[in-house]
């Protein structure tokens, strides 16, 4: 098969589907026109690819392989009828808490590639339909809205932050079953000089955060990331060592790809550790996790 890609024209950057099945590709670079592309890895089979490159053109195949539902009205909403019937639903979908953020939007990206039910909180719900088709649903509006964090929550699993200062009202997170907080806060409790002041706020934000986290009572899994940095995903292995977070860094594609494979095993309070790029391999996660978990219970 060709070497060819297919991109989709996001605000922030261009998503590409690559037809080789082992890869699916994102240009990290567009804003200064190179065609750097970042990859990772996928273990599906050429036939899925090809779908998804069918959807992605507009074909109706993958949809009904998928068994996404059909397109949202052009506005984007949801009928009467649609959210009363989601309030009896089983709790089967995914919320990322930010669908704008270009950690975000791998994470989603991984999650359709498994298949999972995905709920997101988007600025323009329009924008991410035409970025992500029916395979999410966007909730456009303020996080700290009660009705809103309802509805966003309505269905849910689990919750991924890929950011800070998406956590708020926590009475509505009841049921929930599994919170990930991809945290930077080692890296701004290790900051000094103007880069302690510049980024003050978002350490005050990230402590709230894991602070609130710890404090809901829904098991919970906190990674503290390195800083993070526009690197190709899975070309390096890992350092866990506590303290490594202050000075490391750490790709944001390996963090997408660390805060999906958490979602498989769930703590049965919670689970931080610390993450860097490093030489450490991992062969199976849900295996480390699962070690990871009784090793913080002894």
């Known amino acids: 098969m060709g070497s060819v890609s297919v991109c989709v024209n996001q605000p922030s950057k261009f998503l590409c589907f690559s037809p080789c099945p082992q890869l699916w590709c994102r240009n990290s670079n567009w804003k200064s026109n190179k ?51 989601e309030e009896d639903e089983v709790r089967d979908a995914v919320l990322v808490t930010d669908g704008d953020n270009e950690i975000g939007q791998m994470i989603i990206l991984s999650l359709i590639i498994k298949r999972t039910r995905i709920k997101a909180l988007v600025k323009d719900k329009r924008v991410a339909m035409e970025a992500f088709g029916t395979y999410v649903e966007p909730i456009a509006g303020d996080a ?54 510049v980024t003050a706020n978002a350490r005050k934000q990230a402590e709230q955060d894991e602070s609130l986290v710890m404090a ?33 860094k750490l790709s944001k594609e390996d963090a997408a790809f660390i805060c999906v494979e958490a979602l498989e095993t769930v703590p049965q309070k919670g689970l931080i550790f610390e993450v860097v790029n490093g030489k450490d391999k991992v062969m199976d996660w849900k295996e480390w996790f699962a070690t990871l978990i009784d090793k913080s219970q002894v």
């Open 144 to 197: 700290r809205d009660r009705s809103l964090l309802k509805k966003a929550l309505s269905g849910v699993r689990a919750v991924i932050c890929p950011n800070e200062g998406f956590i708020s009202n926590l009475e509505s997170w009841k049921g929930l079953q599994h919170v990930i907080l991809l945290s930077q806060l080692s890296v701004y409790r290790g900051s000094s000089g103007v880069q302690a002041i």
């Open 216 to 248: 809901s009572g829904i098991p919970y899994t906190i990674i503290r990331t390195g800083l993070l940095v526009n690197a190709p995903g899975g070309n390096q292995g890992f350092n866990f060592k506590e303290g490594c977070a202050s000075q490391g």
């Open 35 to 85: 065609r750097s592309l970042t990859c990772f890895s996928s273990q599906k089979k050429i036939g899925f690819m090809d779908q998804i490159l069918d959807y992605i053109e507009g074909g109706p195949k993958l949809r009904k392989w998928y068994g996404a539902p059909e397109l949202l009205p052009k506005d984007g909403s949801l009928s009467e009828e649609d959210m009363s019937s």
